[in-house]
C-alpha cells in the first residue's frame, strides 16, 4: 500500500511525526509512506493552490519532501512530481494542532489537502487534534489521543468507509477529542456543527516605525454546537468522523429558487 502524506502545520510539526507513526501503521512492512509537506506554516490557507507563482520543492530525504506552498500544492507535488507513475492509494492529511470541526473546516489547510485528493480521485482523510486544559500543559502529550486511537480508527474508515467515484470524491474529516487517550469515549459519525459565537476579526497593532498592521484573531473553541454535530461530540470525548465533499452547491434551494426566479 501505498500513502502520501502532507499537513499545514509544516515539514517539522509534531502532529506530522503523528501522522507518519499512523500511515507506516497502515502501509504495513511491504507498503510505502511519502511525506510532501509545506516548508513552513500553512494553516489557514484552505484549499488554496499557487497557480500564479512557482514553488521551491526539496528533496529532505528518503520519500520525504518539502514545498513553499500549501497543503493542496504538496498534493500536486507528491502526485505529479514524485509519484507520476504509481499513484497513492490514500492520501493522509495533518495531524492538525488544533480542531477542524465546525466552521473551522473552511479555513483549514489540513482539510484543503484532502479536498485535493479527493477532487484528483485518490481516497483521503484529514485529521485534527482538538486541544484543551486536559491535554495541554508540562508532561502531558497534546497529541496523545490521535496517537493512540489514530491507527485503528484510520484503519476502520480505509476498509469500511464509503469510498465513492463520482465527479465530487468523499473524504473524511476526523477530530480527535480534547482530552487523554484514556478518556477517549470512542467515535460518533458526525455532521459538521457551527459556532455561533466563534468568528474571525482583526486586532489592529502598530510597528514600533508607526506603520498600521492588523492581527487575524480567532474565536472561542469550546463553545457549543448543536447536539450530535462535530465539535459538541469532540467535547463530549468522541472523536468525530464527518464524510464531506467539496460541491458546495445548497441542493436543498434549487427547486425553491427555480420556481422563485421563473
Known sequence: MRILITNDDGINAPGLAVLEEIARGLAGPEGEVITVAPAFEQSGVGHAVSYNRPMSFAELGPNRFAAEGSPADCVLAGLYEVMPDARPDLVLSGVNRGNNSAENALYSGTLGGAMEAALQGIPAIAMSQFLGPACLGPGLDPFEAARV???????????????????YRVFYNVNFPPVPAAQVKGHRVAAQGYRTDSFFSVVPANSPNGRRFLWIKGGPQHGATAPGTDA????????????????LTAHDLLTDLTGRLA
Do not use: F
Not at 486511537?149 to 465527479?167: C, F, Q, S, T
Not at 459538541?232 to 460541491?247: H, I
Open 149 to 167: 486511537h489514530g491507527p485503528e480508527l484510520v484503519r476502520k474508515i480505509w476498509k469500511n468507509g464509503i469510498w465513492d467515484d463520482g465527479p
Open 232 to 247: 459538541m461530540v469532540n467535547l463530549e470525548g468522541y472523536t468525530s468522523v464527518t464524510p464531506m465533499r467539496a460541491d
